[in-house]
């Protein structure tokens, strides 16, 4: 399965060992944080501090596909692309006296809906779903930093994450479709979606002729 070779390929090229820092995510920060866990005020005492937060896969992802379809709000109901990531270690790291230090590792199974949208210029944009159900199976270790219990750390921190995590799709950015000699493939509504089984991706749409110049 050509998802199951991509996923492995992302594992083993460590692409999905991202960070997601204050700077792409603004309330990503220990003033936020620090509503769940105060005594990571103590460490910082009572300054607002840069948080990092380090996704570090230990399994490959899986892929699986749906048809792609949203309500009339928008919302996705069958996600194109469910990325699930089994024990996902997630470390928080806060800057102290000018140096990173690891406050806590969240291990969680983690479930991602997407969907492809087209934008204005008929580029494809990885969109995230609903978030709510997102995290399963929570733990906390590496913690001793902190005065608050791991139990109490993992029922806390989903509405942290759930902040953080659209930035993922956000960063990946958009994909320009590839130009076909002389023509371009334009998606037509509502023309993304699994085919056969949902074992296939597939796009529909038209040829219409390129506006890029030609090149000699």
Known sequence: HVFDQLAWAFYEGGMLCLDISTESVELLNTDTISILMPSIADL???????????????KPPT??????????????????ITIRLEDLDLDFFV????????VMTL???????LNLEVDDQG???PVMGDLDDAFAN???????????SP??????????LALALPSLADGLGSFALPELGPFQFTVAEDGITAIDGNTFLAL????VPSTAPLTR
């Open 123 to 125: 580029e494809l944009v």
């Open 95 to 102: 800057v102290v006296n000018d140096q990173p230090i690891r």
């Open 107 to 113: 291990n969680t199974d983690l479930t991602l809906p």
């Open 63 to 80: 892929f699986t596909l749906g048809a792609g379809t949203t309500d009339e709000n928008g919302a996705i109901l069958d996600p194109l």
């Open 151 to 160: 139990e109490q750390l993992a029922e806390a921190f989903p509405t942290v």
């Open 204 to 207: 529909f749409g038209d040829l």
């Open 138 to 148: 929570l733990s906390v270790f590496n913690s001793d930093a902190l005065s608050e």
């Open 44 to 58: 910082l005492h009572g300054e607002v501090g840069r948080v990092t937060l380090g996704l570090r896969p230990q």
